[in-house]
């Protein structure tokens, strides 16, 4: 099962890319399948969910007995009407649970979710696999299914969103041009800048020059330049240290909102306001280890703090900080989780807060997308780049290997047919 994962060149389809194949070389208890799709105005799990409901269940089940877990539970969102039923018809008999989940953020933060499923925290600097956890992406386990059957990551499923005129999720060859993208869903409306990935966790792009469809790219979004989270997303930090000094009350609302705080580890952004406000660039004692645990959910930011002030920026420059004097984390849970219940955040509200409930539009499948030319980058998952195997003017067919890695890393595939007219140290470049 793992030659295959790895021979198709799976990674962590949610998040930062990480092998598939390294990741599922264990044994474990529960084994997870996180549909929940947090981030605000993406809608590529529902329709992975929806259309391959039973693929996903299938593929689940092979890595629960794969990995020995006596359990394996997929989360979905309660309101999401249609993936509950579609997992509901598929899931039958099998013993696959269903979690269902309110519409809450970061309800598919990968720690949360194993808190809610199990009731276990994962300590400060340790792993899933700590309390017996491994956790899967929706769109993952579908590409497992698929590499079980023999066929590679070629494309990536993607909602092209925000300010656009015609909301729609597509199936684009890796290595598409994001800029090709936005014109076929009638292009920004507006004066706007564009977000690769979620509206929260994802990095605005000034310019789609360079930018292609990654193993991981998950949503192309269109904002206003003047929509009320793009400050918050660029924030200057000397500028922000400024405001923390001057601004900052220490009401600690951003630590009583916070989600992994709620969860009982130690992770206090108002503290690390203060010390950096202070101009205290060393670390803040005892108190200093939480701040790993801190999942850059921007709640503390975005939703928070009354005074549009940047804990959870300060917060990545503090673990910065961190890393750069070799502080390494140390596993505690600080309190017992209290109210945790009672804190979470309803996604509704975080959009309204956002302005974002506007462009909380359907975005139907599209189909797949033709185009003529892909550059697919030589690292698209956790690992030093891949080695090509191809070279300029070589032929290739559509799910050809041309790419391998040298240590941890994922195999890469030709994701159209055609002719390889570039191979650069970054990229891979193929046209028709
Ligand atoms: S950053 Fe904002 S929410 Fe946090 S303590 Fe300061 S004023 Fe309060
Ligand atoms: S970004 Fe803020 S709210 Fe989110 S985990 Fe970090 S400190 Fe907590």
């Given amino acids: 099962m793992l030659d295959k994962i790895f021979a198709a060149g799976v990674v962590g389809a949610g998040g930062a890319g990480f092998p598939t194949h390294v990741k599922y070389k264990t044994k474990t208890e529960v084994f997870i399948v996180n549909a929940i799709e947090c981030e605000p105005l993406l809608r590529t799990d529902r329709y992975?969910?929806?259309?391959?409901?039973?693929?996903?269940?299938?593929?689940?089940?092979?890595?629960?007995?794969?990995?020995?877990?006596?359990?394996?539970?997929?989360?979905?969102?309660?309101?999401?009407?249609?993936?509950?039923?579609?997992?509901?018809?598929?899931?039958?008999?099998?013993?696959?649970?269903?979690?269902?989940?309110?519409?809450?953020?970061?309800?598919?933060?990968e720690q949360n979710l194993i808190f809610c499923i199990t009731g276990r925290v994962v300590l400060t600097g340790g792993l899933p696999l700590d309390v017996g956890c491994v956790v899967s992406n929706a769109a993952t386990v579908f590409q497992v299914h698929e590499a079980l059957a023999g066929r590679p990551v070629t494309d990536k499923i993607i909602t092209i969103g925000g300010a656009v005129a015609n909301p729609m999720t597509v199936s684009a060859p890796i290595g598409t041009a994001l800029a090709d993208l936005l014109p076929l869903a009638g292009g920004a409306v507006g004066d706007c800048v564009t977000i690769i990935g979620g509206p929260l966790m994802g990095r605005v792009a000034e310019s789609l020059d360079g930018e292609v469809v990654t193993k991981?790219?998950?949503?192309?979004?269109?904002l206003p330049r003047d929509a009320a989270i793009l400050p918050k997303k660029e924030a200057d930090l000397a500028r922000e240290v400024k405001m923390a000094r001057a601004v900052c009350c220490q009401c600690s609302m951003c630590t009583q909102m916070c989600p992994r705080n709620a969860m009982g580890l130690n992770v206090q952004p108002h503290k690390v306001m203060r010390a950096l406000a202070a101009g205290n660039c060393g670390l803040i004692g005892a108190e200093a280890n939480g701040v790993w645990s801190?999942?850059?959910?921007?709640?503390?930011?975005?939703?928070?703090?009354?005074?549009?002030?940047?804990?959870?920026?300060?917060?990545?420059?503090?673990?910065?900080?961190?890393?750069?004097?070799?502080?390494?984390?140390?596993?505690?849970?600080?309190y017992q989780p209290q109210g945790f219940e009672n804190k979470r955040l309803p996604t509704a509200r975080l959009m309204g807060r956002l302005d974002l409930s506007r462009y909380d539009a359907d975005a139907p499948f599209a189909g797949s997308v033709e185009v003529q030319s892909v550059r697919i980058p030589l690292k698209m998952h956790v690992g030093g780049?891949?080695?090509?195997?191809?070279?300029?003017?070589?032929?290739?067919e559509k799910g050809q290997l041309i790419a391998r890695p040298e240590g941890l890393g994922a195999n890469i595939h030709a994701s159209i047919a055609g002719t390889v007219t570039a191979v650069t140290a970054q990229m891979i470049e193929i046209r028709r």
Avoid: W
């Fill in 48 to 109: 992975i969910v929806e259309t391959f409901a039973p693929e996903i269940v299938a593929a689940a089940l092979q890595i629960k007995e794969h990995l020995g877990a006596s359990r394996a539970v997929i989360a979905v969102k309660e309101h999401n009407a249609g993936m509950v039923s579609a997992l509901r018809r598929a899931v039958g008999d099998s013993g696959v649970d269903l979690y269902l989940s309110p519409s809450v953020y970061p309800a598919g933060d």
């Fill in 216 to 222: 991981t790219t998950g949503g192309l979004l269109a």
């Fill in 294 to 334: 801190c999942c850059d959910c921007g709640i503390c930011s975005d939703y928070a703090c009354n005074f549009g002030l940047h804990p959870s920026k300060m917060m990545q420059v503090y673990k910065g900080r961190m890393r750069e004097q070799g502080v390494k984390p140390v596993k505690e849970v600080k």
């Fill in 385 to 396: 780049p891949c080695t090509p195997t191809v070279g300029v003017g070589e032929k290739v």
